[in-house]
C-alpha cells in the first residue's frame, strides 16, 4: 500500500503562492489517481484537485480553478499543487490522498480515496 508524506506548506501572505509536494513510497505510484483536499478549522474536509494515473487528465473545485494546480512526476513518485493568488480562505490543512486505479469522473469524494497523508497546514494571512 502507497504511503504519502506532504510537505511544503507554510504561513504566506494573501496575493502570494505557495507549491505543495506529496511523496509516495510505492513503486506503483503509476497506478494510483491522486487528490488534494482540504480541511478548514470547524469544517468538513473537502475536494481541491485531481489528476489521472499518466497525469494527462486533472480536475479542481470550481472555485479554485485558474489559481490552483496540479501535476505529477511518476519517476519521482510526487505529485504537486500549485497555489497562486492565495486567500485567506485559503488556510487549511492539505491532504494529499490516493485511489487505486485510473480515471473515473465520479471520485471526488473523500469516502473515495483510501489512503491519506498526514497533512501539511497552509495559512494565509491578509
Known amino acids: 500500500q502507497v504511503q504519502l508524506v506532504e510537505s511544503g506548506g507554510g504561513l504566506v501572505q494573501a496575493g502570494g503562492s505557495l507549491r505543495l509536494s506529496c511523496a509516495a513510497s510505492?513503486?506503483?505510484?503509476?497506478?494510483?489517481?491522486m487528490a488534494w483536499f482540504r480541511q478548514a478549522p470547524g469544517k468538513e474536509r473537502e475536494f481541491v484537485s485531481r489528476?489521472?494515473?499518466?497525469?494527462?487528465?486533472?480536475s479542481y473545485a470550481e472555485s479554485l480553478k485558474g489559481r490552483f494546480t496540479i501535476s505529477r512526476d511518476n519517476a519521482k513518485n510526487t505529485v504537486y499543487l500549485q497555489m497562486n493568488s492565495l486567500k485567506p480562505e485559503d488556510t487549511a490543512v492539505y491532504y494529499c490522498?490516493?485511489?487505486?486505479?485510473?480515471?473515473?469522473?465520479?471520485?471526488?469524494?473523500?469516502?473515495?480515496?483510501?489512503?491519506w497523508g498526514q497533512g501539511t497546514q497552509v495559512t494565509v494571512s491578509s
Open positions: 510505492s513503486r506503483t505510484f503509476v497506478r494510483y489517481t
Open positions: 490522498a490516493a485511489r487505486f486505479g485510473d480515471w473515473d469522473a465520479t471520485k471526488v469524494k473523500v469516502d473515495d480515496y483510501a489512503t
Open positions: 489528476i489521472s494515473t499518466s497525469g494527462s487528465t486533472t
